[in-house]
């Protein structure tokens, strides 16, 4: 691994990416039913568990005072709910590990996702080989991005357009699943075909409980999205959509629980419901975690300026756009758009007339006056603002504002 960061802003932004990263191969572990996968998680838990020691530490020697030590408090909450989340990756993964078994049905429905990560390893002699990121253009081939590179015995996390791919290189990639065949093309790897779930002539308690499971995955990945986007842009409302997501979380295990419970009796071999109560435990406790980081601003808490500074540095962004008349996006499907291509954004939430849609789908049209919520490269900002009608400018402060294109 590479060396560690020094300054407490670096750590958090990589903290950040560290967790998010964690939890998409952990799902994409399960997804692929990939043991390899599963153990890089675990890998990336040591990696975390430096962090989070160095940030600790620094937290305690820069607290001199009693202002400072509030301050760093809510630091530390943040840190211990990124610690958390990467814990419940790690649970995630061990349905792999341990081989807990989760139904065929539910790693069907997963693959129809309109995000999904993906692993692939780069051929010599393939079209990646001996190239820099930039000059494959991934986002435009195949709808995805690169998360993560292992090389060797290393992990490669900080990634730009000048990183070089070799040959064995293993790409950890997420994006649009309709983009994994090219993806594979160009690495010259081994056609894959997804899982498809078999027809059945009814709709059973399993059934109703993989589905929620799956809604559950969607809930949960889209409360910690507005969790980081409600630290960087300070936004109570956001925290409160948070909070009511985790309630939502809590009443769809509930009702998942019992339906694994009746399942039991139906025949069913019961290690693969073991499998769906340990995922669901997880993105349970995912939830949670979102809502511990906002409850520093639900109740109105004093937050230490790194935090808004650490995680809007980040390797993805937290972006928030209206939608102007005339623009692009007016009157078009996220489908349409294919802002996860090019930008590279994806869609946590939209905001019309006070009320939010989580991780809307293709289909969801966009109005005049709709706000999007919205994680990507910060370079891709300029372009996706454009695309919503504005300009993106900097102030005298250095700080991005919006004006009319």
Excluded at 291 to 311: R, S, T, Y
Aim: with cysteine; aromatic share 4%.
């Amino acid at each position: 691994m590479e060396d560690r960061p020094r300054t407490l802003r670096a750590m958090l932004a990589e903290a950040k990416d560290t967790s998010e990263l964690m939890v998409d191969l952990a799902y994409a572990s399960v997804y692929f039913n990939d043991p390899d996968m599963a153990e890089e998680v675990e890998e990336l838990e040591g990696h975390m568990s430096d962090l989070v020691h160095d940030m600790r530490a620094v937290c305690v020697l820069a607290a001199r005072s009693a202002r400072e030590a509030e301050g760093m408090s809510s630091v530390l909450q943040v840190v211990s709910a990124i610690e958390r989340m990467g814990n419940d990756a790690v649970d995630i993964a061990h349905i792999v590990t341990k081989k807990l078994g989760i139904p065929h049905q539910l790693v069907a429905d997963l693959s129809d996702a309109e995000e999904v990560s993906h692993r692939v390893l780069v051929s010599e002699g393939s079209h990646m080989a001996h190239r820099p990121l930039s000059a494959l253009e991934l986002t435009v081939q195949a709808g995805m991005s690169v998360m993560a590179i292992h090389r060797g015995r290393n992990w490669i996390t900080d990634i730009d357009g000048d990183t070089v791919l070799v040959p064995d290189d293993v790409l950890f990639l997420r994006g649009s699943p309709e983009g994994i065949t090219r993806l594979r093309e160009l690495a010259a790897a081994p056609v894959w075909e997804p899982p498809r779930a078999e027809d059945g002539p009814a709709v059973t308690d399993l059934d109703r409980a993989v589905d929620v499971l799956v809604e559950m995955k969607n809930l949960s990945e889209a409360a910690v999205g507005l969790a980081y986007s409600a630290l960087v842009l300070a936004d109570r409302g956001l925290a409160a959509e948070v909070c009511h997501l985790e309630d939502r979380l809590d009443e769809m295990k509930e009702n998942l629980e019992l339906w694994v419970l009746r399942s039991a009796g139906d025949n069913i071999d019961p290690a693969a419901l073991r499998g769906l109560l340990h995922l669901a435990e997880a993105a349970e406790d995912l939830g949670d975690q979102a809502q511990a980081m906002v409850w520093l601003i639900e109740k109105e808490e004093e937050l230490h300026p790194i935090l808004g500074i650490a995680l809007g540095e980040a390797d993805e962004v937290v972006v928030r756009y209206p939608i102007a008349a005339g623009s692009a996006a007016e009157e078009s499907t996220l489908s349409d758009l294919q802002w996860n291509v090019e930008p590279g954004f994806t869609v946590l939430a939209i905001r019309r007339g006070g009320r939010y849609v989580y991780r809307p789908r293709g289909k969801n049209r966009l109005l005049v006056g709709d706000e999007i919520i919205a994680s990507g490269p910060d370079e891709g900002c300029p372009m996706l603002a454009r695309m919503c009608g504005w300009n993106l400018v900097v102030d005298e402060d250095g700080d991005n504002q919006l004006e009319p294109a």
